[in-house]
C-alpha cells in the first residue's frame, strides 16, 4: 500500500531549479505566488511547553461575522515538516473564508506513537479556545491534513478517546483526509516502522479501524496518481464508512500524484484540479449551519 515514489514532474523541475537541497512544498512558500487579502494573524500560540507545540493562525483581512475554523495539519511520514512551510497552504484556505490554523507537533524519533496524534488533538482543543480572539467561531470547527497530517486527522476524528482525553469530545464538526494512509498494516517502510513498530497492537494504529457511523461528516480527496500512498486507502475508508452508515464522500483526482494534490492550494498550480474549491465547500456546507457559542 504506502510506498515511496517519484515526485510529480512540475514539483521535480522547480526542486531542480533552486537546488537538490529543497523541500517540493517548501518551494512553493518560498517563491510562489499566494492568495491575497488574508495574512498570518498570530505566530507561535503555544498548546504545550515543548517547543514543537506551537501554531500560528492565518485570516481573511477586514473585521466581519464571526468564520468557520479549519486546523491544517502538513505531512511528512511523521518524522519531518514545520508550520512555517505551509503559509501559502493555509492563505489559501483562509482566503475561502475560514480561520485557519496551522500547528507543529512533535515527530519522530523524539516521540513515537500516540504521541503526535495526541499533540494534533491538543493542538485542536487550544485552537478553539483562542479562535473568537481572531475572528473565529470554534462552534464550527473542522480539521484538515494531508498525507501523515489526514492520519493524524482521521485519528483525533475517529477514534473518540483523543478529544475526549483534552476535554473536547464533540469539538470537531467536520473532518478532510488529503492523500491520508487509513489502512497501512502490515509496516513495511521505514516512516511507519519508525513511528509505529514499537506499538504494543498495531491495530489501534490505523484510522480505517475507529470507522463508525456516528462519526463527523468525512472528505476524502486523493490522486489517482499517487504511489506514496495509493488511492486504496482512501476508497477503502469511503467504503467502510458507508457501510456502517456514516456520511463520507471520496474523490479521486485523475494524473495527481501525492505532491500534487496539496499543490493544487497554490495559486501556481490550481487550475490542474479543483481540489480547494471542492474541499472548501465541504466545509461551508457543514461547518455552515452550526450555531456560533455563546
Not at 468525512?218 to 488511492?231: K, Q, R
Not at 456514516?246 to 490550481?270: N, Q, V
Request: charged content about 20%.
Amino acid at each position: 500500500m504506502t510506498r515511496r515514489g517519484l515526485l510529480a514532474p512540475t514539483l521535480g523541475a522547480m526542486v531542480a531549479s533552486l537546488g537538490a537541497a529543497c523541500s517540493p512544498l517548501g518551494v512553493l512558500n518560498a517563491v510562489a505566488p499566494r492568495d491575497r487579502g488574508v495574512r498570518r494573524v498570530a505566530r507561535d500560540l503555544e498548546y504545550g511547553a515543548d517547543l514543537r507545540q506551537r501554531f500560528d493562525l492565518y485570516a481573511p483581512d477586514g473585521a466581519g461575522p464571526a468564520l468557520p475554523v479549519l486546523v491544517f495539519f502538513y505531512g511528512g511520514g511523521w518524522d519531518s515538516g514545520a508550520k512555517d512551510l505551509y503559509g501559502w497552504a493555509a492563505q489559501a484556505l483562509a482566503a475561502q473564508g475560514f480561520v485557519v490554523a496551522v500547528p507543529d507537533y512533535r515527530l519522530v524519533p523524539q516521540v513515537l506513537f500516540p504521541v503526535f496524534i495526541e499533540d494534533a488533538a491538543a493542538a485542536v482543543a487550544r485552537v478553539a479556545e483562542v479562535a473568537a480572539t481572531y475572528g473565529g467561531d470554534p462552534a464550527r470547527l473542522g480539521v484538515i491534513g494531508h498525507s501523515a497530517g489526514a492520519h493524524l486527522t482521521m485519528m483525533i476524528t475517529l477514534n473518540r478517546s483523543y478529544m475526549a482525553a483534552v476535554g473536547k469530545p464533540d469539538l470537531i464538526r467536520a473532518t478532510a483526509g488529503l492523500a491520508g494512509p487509513y489502512d497501512f498494516l502490515p509496516f513495511d517502510v521505514e516512516s511507519s516502522i519508525n513511528a509505529f513498530g514499537q506499538a504494543p497492537d498495531p491495530v489501534q494504529t490505523q484510522p480505517l479501524h475507529f470507522a463508525r457511523a456516528d462519526a463527523p461528516p468525512l472528505w476524502l480527496g486523493h490522486g489517482a496518481a499517487d504511489v506514496i500512498v495509493h488511492d486504496e486507502d482512501t476508497l477503502l475508508l469511503d467504503a467502510r464508512m458507508r457501510e456502517l452508515g456514516g456520511r463520507c464522500e471520496a474523490k479521486l483526482y485523475p494524473g495527481l500524484s501525492h505532491e500534487d494534490l496539496i499543490a493544487t492550494f497554490s495559486p501556481l498550480f490550481r487550475k490542474k484540479a479543483p481540489v480547494l474549491a471542492d474541499v472548501s465547500a465541504f466545509f461551508h456546507r457543514e461547518l455552515g449551519q452550526v450555531a456560533t457559542s455563546p
